[in-house]
């Protein structure tokens, strides 16, 4: 029932930024998409092991990114406030800029990455070093009773095995309670030709349609549904389980939101194929304009070295040839080299971006932020370069 239909080429793990000894021993695999004509889900063809991607050495500090921790405090504000909870548990809660809004008495963390998983015990939070699965919340519910509130964001769409997923949640979850979660939107992706949204984490692109099915499947439902600005365009499902008498009614955002997909095609296979060919044409129309650029004698780097850049760079077989480096403000990703491109990643303040032409944005999700803090380089006639919705240059 599997049909493919893009095929990304040779991609190393997105975030693992690596020294110049690490370069002959780097993992690539195949990244390729399929569609699935049963559930309508949008999957990888093969994963890999989530033990290479979500480690100790996870890079991705969800704290450091201020627009990021104003976005989980208002949620968690707003979740508080529609639903009182009286227990929470953060699947993947990273370094929990969101489940520090809550009580410490209240909550429980899962989150794999040591790393992170440390960070919120250290801070007097209940946090397994586990990945989710029916074995960990087994666990939870043995130890800490039924959830009110499953929260996670970012985080679903990176678990492999959904039936499981979801079973899991639905183990755990309160009869009354909600389980509430936030991925990026297929159908924003599919509109802006965002392909980058794709990459060895991100096992599904979801849309709300092959979430309905495979949820339905799995015992729980969806019951509304938000559109976020954030990650590029991403949707907050909210989910509950049926037949159970709650103030949790199905709103018309869920139709809505099913609606629309459908008038864009996120059923149909052609939709799919039509999208390949648009990426096709965005990695030839993006090494022509860099070559050009080049060629012209012109200088350019990048801002943010993201997941989602490593998925362009190495599509595209960018490498610091085209590009000289990547600024990004993550200590721990400054003065490593970017998966597969291996274009040094510097931190921003060590530089003079006047110094240099143009700037590809490869946090493009962050461009107004961008702009806005990068005002002099434009003033001084720098260029930035991005390639969603098209490749364009713009100041
Ligand atoms: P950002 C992450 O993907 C990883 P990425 C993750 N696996 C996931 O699923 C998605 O999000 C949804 C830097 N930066 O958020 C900071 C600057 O340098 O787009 C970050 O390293 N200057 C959880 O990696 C990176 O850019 C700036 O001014 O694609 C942004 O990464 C700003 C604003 C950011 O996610």
Redesign the pocket.
Known sequence: MKKEFLDLGKQPIANKFLKESEIKDEFFFDLKMVFDEETKLVSMKEFVKPEMMFNDDYK?NTS??T?MVNHFKEAADMLNKRFKPKSVLEIGSNDGPFITNFDRDISVCVEPCGNFSLKTAHMGYQSYTYFWNMETSKMIKNYHGEMDLIYSA?CIC?IQDLNDCFKAVASLLSDGGVFVFED?SLLRMLERGSYDQIYD??AHVFSVTALDNILRKNGLIIFDVDNLSV?GGSNRIYVKKPNIPSDNMITLNYYKNLEEEKEFGVDKFETYEIFAKRVKDSKDELMRCLGNLRHNGKSIIS??????STTVFNYCGIDSSLIDFI????PD?QGLLAPGSHIPVVD?DSVNLNDYDYAFLG?W??KD??AN?EREFVEKGGEFITHVPKIMTFS
């Not at 801002?303 to 989602?308: M, N």
Request: aromatic content about 8%; cysteine-free.
């Open positions: 991705y450091l990114s627009p970012n990176h990026p984490e991100h990650h801002i943010g070295a993201t997941s989602k600024t990004d403000t993550t990703k921003r946090a999700n962050f932020v961008i803090k």
